[in-house]
T-cell receptor, first 114, second 115 residues
Framework: AQSVTQPDIHITVSEGASLELRCNYS??????LFWYVQSPGQGLQLLLK??????LVQGIKGFEAEFKRSQSSFNLRKPSVHWSDAAEYFC????????????FGKGTKLSVKP | EAQVTQNPRYLITVTGKKLTVTCSQN?????MSWYRQDPGLGLRQIYY???????DKGDVPEGYKVSRKEKRNFPLILESPSPNQTSLYFC??????????????FGAGTRLSVL
């Protein structure tokens, strides 16, 4: 069955520092991949998505993610973190690879130090 | 404005007292879904609906019911709530369950406490 692993439960970075959140998936072929962000007290908002093509995808709020087939990874990055980026981040993949219900990772909570 | 609206946002209730959490979307989406979010467990799907009158169980359906009589509404019903259903609930919708061009939109969440 499809699965998504986010190895880091909680990460703290200083404002202005770079960020990388890890996501690994299990699927035989190349799946569609998503990153969502949940700000405190809010619902989930789509940050970016990967369907095919260029393995480096750009999203909103200055985030990007890189798909690496050899590592079954889709890590989220941001060069310079802002205090407003403090939130919980979820990686997700459709259970059928390209369609079906979304399978979510357990999330990584990001804290930002001033 | 495209929206998924859940009500209520916060609810405290007692064991056994039936409750309904409403979800409505204004995007004419076919697919709707309910999740619960618990610390350390991420989001788990409760039920989903591919279209009107078509519903199916997700990963954690026990203790919940849903209905989809109209395209825009997908209420979540707890017939006899128990404390282990204390959680944060999210409703979501997308154009269809095919992902080629479809993004899932989420409501703001309903925080439920069952005493």
């Amino acid at each position: 069955a499809q699965s998504v692993t986010q190895p880091d439960i909680h990460i703290t970075v200083s404002e202005g520092a770079s960020l990388e959140l890890r996501c690994n998936y299990s699927y035989g072929a190349t799946p569609y991949l998503f990153w969502y962000v949940q700000s405190p007290g809010q619902g989930l908002q789509l940050l970016l998505k990967y369907f095919s093509g260029d393995t480096l995808v750009q999203g909103i709020k200055g985030f990007e993610a890189e798909f690496k087939r050899s590592q079954s990874s889709f890590n989220l990055r941001k060069p310079s973190v802002h205090w407003s980026d403090a939130a919980e981040y979820f990686c997700a993949v459709p259970e059928g690879g390209s369609q079906g219900n979304l399978i979510f990772g357990k999330g990584t909570k990001l804290s930002v130090k001033p | 404005e495209a929206q998924v609206t859940q009500n209520p946002r916060y609810l405290i209730t007692v064991t056994g007292k039936k409750l309904t959490v409403t979800c409505s979307q204004n995007m004419n989406h076919e697919y709707m879904s309910w999740y619960r979010q618990d610390p350390g467990l991420g989001l788990r799907q409760i039920y989903y609906s591919m279209n009107v009158e078509v519903t199916d169980k997700g990963d954690v359906p026990e203790g919940y019911k849903v209905s989809r009589k109209e395209k825009r509404n997908f209420p979540l019903i707890l017939e006899s709530p128990s404390p282990n259903q204390t959680s944060l609930y999210f409703c979501a919708s997308s154009l269809s369950a095919g992902w080629a061009k479809n993004i899932q939109y989420f409501g703001a969440g309903t925080r439920l406490s069952v005493l």
